[in-house]
């Protein structure tokens, strides 16, 4: 078990290497039988990514969450597997490099300084939490792609105002396909971060007798859904389309990972594991 | 193979020139029937704005060149045409050009779409006069063959290469579903006729037309069977469409800043696209500085328009190695139209079938019988074979290259399936 373990973590940056190649040959070249191989290559990656995490729980009996390292190979997996079920639901294949990079870029760096830790505090081998992490790690993944395709609709957006057909109008869907794209991810990412929160309310008082609902972390967390349900429902409501949503869901991406950041490293705050 | 093509087209003459020569579907009927009595033995004819072509094989070998030449000039009084205008080819390039033709990489707008319907007709045409053979039958079918082969297999017909077209690319880079969405169109010549009817065959959603005069609006309308609109009011509609084409011959802009941001205002930002295909123009450019509002005049969509005259230009060599590649099998196809293999190929068939039934059916006959056995059903197959043999011989000693002896081995080889017994 523990070769598997060691083996995979050598093998999974070589295979996000390889998915990330081939989605980014065929955006620069438009080869028809790259269509389908890239698709393979992604599932295969996230199969044999699946047996890691699996690998890693049993090695280690605890959910891999317990050190920052842990939660970005998590996050490198949520944010691929939330794209694939994207392609297979609209069949729109030529945003993936986009997608798939940040997950390559997450599994080097866990690859490279993950700790095996048989010991963790206690508190850590619950999997209520475990459940929690995973659906918040969806949660910001579904954000996350939201994000990465409010920034192609600019991209697209600035293009095609300055009628300048360069690669990126040639490539990319079209508005309104990125649009709802974007759109889709962070209505996922709401609902998974809202279960999160949940499964938090229910097991925080388990696991902490002494806790403050004024902790930065919660603050963050309230902070980031709000923005998120106020977003969607504007968006619902025909108040708020097109560039204004997409800048939001980048402006939320980044209240996001500076609120994690913040509280997991900075502020004193219960969520601090490390 | 004395296969003669003579062609004048948008290389070698001007448009004048062209005109004056082209021919409608009756036209063509009637010409083949003359040039089936005088000068080809098979052959067919290709008209179109561009160029007007005549394949054929020559009833004689002393029929040459300018004898169609003059055949197609003398028809009607051309003033100004000469030899210079028109390009000869003959046998293996006459293949190559009607291949190329087909594949649409001989025409004024490279991956044009429309010459490969046209080139269909024109051995549709032929056929139907009778004036083609075995040998034109195959040759139609490698040029179909090229012609499809080049549209699936490279990107020679993909991108819009005209204006009208790269405005209607643009709009599919902006929105997705055109049957989802609206359109009007200002102004009614020529480029605002050709918008309307491309964005109606599109599936837009809803279109309207508007144009000073009005009875011209209310008659496309009709046709269309959308709305028109009063000139005198269009503005009034403006923020009811996402898609504005404008094509106007007014001296002035029609449409100020002013005009879209009250638009855009009623559409509550909601994106609109502005095309803008009139000189002098229509919109004041300024308007793409609105939120949501794209705005796009002749010279944008002309560097869409070159963009992808340049990948189609790309993609040449691969229809020419697709062309190449069927050049040789068509060629294949008619070395083995020589009299002395299919004479052999008949002979090793008959063969086959003689040693397979004698070796099935032999235990049947005593020992002592099985040679003489062997040696009859040679013999038996040598008797029915001679005749075939001798007449194919005999055709062979006049000419190989006749249409006669071609189509003799043509048959020969359709009805006992030498080509298919070859590939096994």
Same mark, same amino acid.
């Given at each position: 078990m523990f070769n598997i373990v060691d083996s995979l973590n050598l093998l999974l940056p070589g295979l996000y290497a390889v998915t990330f190649m081939a989605y980014l040959v065929n955006f620069f070249k438009d080869i028809k039988r790259l269509d389908n191989v890239k698709r393979l290559f992604l599932f295969i990656t996230l199969l044999l990514h699946a047996v890691y995490l699996l690998s890693r729980m049993i090695t280690f009996s605890h959910p891999p969450i317990t050190n920052v390292f842990e939660i970005l190979t998590v996050l490198a997996f949520c944010i691929s597997f939330s794209y694939f079920v994207l392609e297979l639901v609209t069949d729109i294949r030529g945003t993936g490099l986009f997608i798939v990079i940040i997950s390559l870029l997450f599994q080097i760096v866990s690859s490279l300084f993950i700790k095996d830790s048989y010991e963790v505090k206690e508190v850590l081998k619950s999997n209520l939490l475990g459940s929690h992490v995973f659906s918040a790690l969806l949660g910001y993944s579904g954000i996350t792609i939201a994000a990465v395709y409010g920034f192609l609709y600019l991209l697209l957006y600035r293009e095609l105002k300055s009628s300048t057909f360069g690669l990126i109008f040639q490539r990319l869907p079209n508005l309104e396909i990125l649009e709802k794209l974007s759109f889709y991810s962070a209505v996922i990412g709401f609902a998974t971060l809202t279960v999160a929160i949940a499964i938090g309310g229910i097991w925080l008082p388990r696991a902490f007798q002494h806790f403050s609902y004024a902790d930065p972390k919660l603050i963050a967390t309230a902070l980031v859904w709000l923005l998120y349900g106020l977003g969607i429902f504007f968006k619902i409501s025909g108040r708020w389309q097109g560039k204004k949503v997409m800048v939001l869901s980048i402006i939320g991406f980044l209240i996001a990972i500076f609120s994690t950041f913040v509280t997991n490293f900075l502020a004193k705050s219960f969520h601090s594991f490390y | 193979m004395d296969l003669l093509a003579i062609s004048i087209n948008h290389r070698t003459a001007p448009v004048e020139l062209r005109e004056a020569l082209h021919l409608n579907q009756d036209e063509i009927r009637a010409y083949l029937q003359e040039l089936k009595e005088s000068l080809l033995s098979e052959g067919f004819i290709l008209s179109t704005c561009n160029r007007t072509e005549i394949y054929g094989l020559p009833r004689h070998d002393k029929i040459e060149f300018a004898d169609l030449q003059r055949f197609l000039t003398q028809k009607r009084p051309i003033n100004g045409i000469s030899d210079d205008h028109f390009q000869q080819f003959f046998s293996s390039a006459a293949v190559n050009h009607i291949f190329r033709v087909a594949a649409g990489? !001989?025409? &004024? &707008?490279?991956? !044009?779409?429309q010459i490969f319907g046209q080139v269909k007709e024109s051995f549709q045409i032929a056929e139907d006069q009778r004036l083609s053979g075995p040998l034109l039958k195959r040759l139609f079918d490698a040029a179909i063959r090229v012609g499809k082969r080049a549209k699936t297999e490279t990107l020679i017909s993909e991108g819009a290469i005209t204006v009208s077209y790269a405005a209607v690319q643009l709009v599919e880079k902006i929105f997705s579903n055109l049957s989802k969405k609206s359109a009007l169109v200002i102004g009614l010549g020529e480029s605002g006729e050709i918008a309307a009817k491309h964005l109606h065959d599109k599936g837009i959603g809803k279109l309207a037309l508007t144009n000073r005069t009005t009875e011209k609006a209310e008659r496309l309308a009709e046709t269309l069977q959308v709305r028109a609109i009063a000139f005198e009011n269009f503005k009034e509609h403006l923020s009811e469409y996402d898609i504005i084409i404008s094509a106007t011959a007014a001296p002035d802009t029609i449409l100020g800043k002013n005009d879209v941001k009250a638009m855009m205002r009623k559409r509550s930002g909601s994106p609109a696209v502005l095309m803008d295909i009139a000189v002098p123009r229509d919109i004041d450019p300024d308007v793409r500085k609105i939120d949501g509002v794209f705005y796009n005049d002749i010279d944008s969509l002309s560097v869409i328009v070159e963009q992808n005259m340049r990948k189609r230009m790309d993609e040449i060599p691969k229809v020419e190695s697709i062309i190449e590649e069927e050049t040789a099998a068509f060629f294949s196809w008619l070395s083995s139209l020589e009299v002395a293999p299919t004479i052999k190929s008949l002979r090793d068939l008959f063969e086959q079938i003689r040693a397979e039934e004698v070796k099935n059916q032999i235990n049947k006959f005593p020992e002592s019988d099985r040679e003489k056995v062997d040696i009859l059903t040679k013999r038996i197959i040598n008797k029915i074979l001679h005749m075939p043999t001798v007449e194919l011989r005999k055709s062979a000693d006049n000419s190989t290259d006749s249409a006669e002896t071609m189509e003799m081995i043509a048959i020969i080889r359709d009805m006992f399936g030498l080509d298919k017994k070859t590939k096994e």
């Open positions: - | 990489i !001989d025409s &004024l &707008l490279v991956g !044009d779409n």
